[in-house]
């Protein structure tokens, strides 16, 4: 149950994207609450050491940070 807990949560972390059209415009991250960070940390720590949602996890950090600089 845990593990489908935590691919719904990556999967809905991932689900965010540019639209295609003429003008490029950068993807507003969404903003979780307090709350709702650390119900993603609960997830986070329930999966398996070995699970491939951490890495996902990490690169969508990453791209989450790399938004800051996007103009």
């Known amino acids: ?3 489908g807990a935590g691919v719904v949560l ?3 972390l991932l689900a965010g994207g540019c639209g295609s ?3 490029s415009r950068c993807p507003r991250p969404i903003a979780y609450d307090d709350a709702m ?4 940390e609960k997830a986070r720590e ?3 050491k ?9 690169d ?3 791209e989450r940070d790399d938004l800051r600089f996007c103009k």
């Open 60 to 62: 969508y950090e990453n």
């Open 21 to 23: 059209s003429s003008v």
């Open 1 to 3: 149950m845990r593990a």
């Open 46 to 48: 329930a999966l398996p």
């Open 37 to 40: 960070l650390k119900k993603i």
């Open 50 to 58: 070995d699970s491939i949602l951490l890495q996902v996890l990490e």
């Open 10 to 12: 990556a999967l809905a």
